[in-house]
């Protein structure tokens, strides 16, 4: 019975989004800044306090946010995310739908812009099109593609290369063994006549 309740409660605990200020930053009742911190998206906390109003992230090293980062804080309505780097791929779809559902007037998109790729450097990631986004996330498949063509090319190359070798060598094998047939016959053909000569020779002589 101990156990069951043990276990029940660890698993409410659990549950529960944790009140500590988070590692790497500081907080102030209900404010968390954890602004200029060198932070990456690795190294980001993984949750923050459940009655955080206000979250700094700003001047950061943020590429993306990891999904459902900001889903539970309910009591939230300023976030600051301006000063990253943030890249315009599939990774930054959640942050882009996060800003889409927030009020204008909280104005957390300001200053949010996309560092890469190029074709996207500068827009502010909440006006990106979703379809813009989409290109992005498959530019690496061009460079894969590229590359096995490559590697396809050069396997061609060499097992035509090595087909080449193999007829070389059963043509060559070809004429060496005719070469060696030729010897043969050849070799024999005298001796035959040598005996056909000492054969008429005795003949002749028992005459």
Not at 58 to 80: I, Q
Not at 125 to 138: D, G, I, N, R, T
């Amino acid at each position: 019975m101990k156990g069951l309740l043990l276990l029940c409660l660890l698993f409410f605990c659990g549950g529960q989004r944790s009140s500590a200020c988070p590692h790497l930053c500081s907080c102030h009742g209900s404010q968390v800044n954890c602004s200029s911190r060198s932070l990456t998206s690795s190294s980001l906390p993984t949750s923050f306090p459940a009655s955080t109003t206000e979250l700094r992230l700003h001047n950061n090293l943020l590429t993306h946010l990891p999904n459902g980062l900001l889903d539970d804080l309910t009591s939230l309505h300023s976030v600051s995310l301006y000063g990253n780097s943030w890249v315009c791929d599939c990774g930054i779809l959640y942050l882009r739908a996060w800003l889409l559902h927030q009020p204008a007037s909280q104005a957390s998109h300001l200053g949010v812009n996309c560092s890469s790729p190029p074709a996207l450097r500068g827009r502010l990631v909440v006006y990106l099109a979703e379809e813009e986004v989409l290109e992005s996330c498959h530019y690496w498949y061009c460079d894969l593609a590229l590359a096995s063509q490559v590697c396809l090319f050069v396997f061609v190359v060499v097992q035509a290369g090595l087909l080449v070798v193999v007829i070389m060598f059963l043509k060559k094998f070809e004429r060496l063994s005719k070469v060696a047939r030729r010897t043969t016959e050849e070799s024999f053909t005298p001796r035959e006549g040598l005996r056909d000569n000492e054969y008429t020779s005795l003949k002749d002589s028992k005459i």
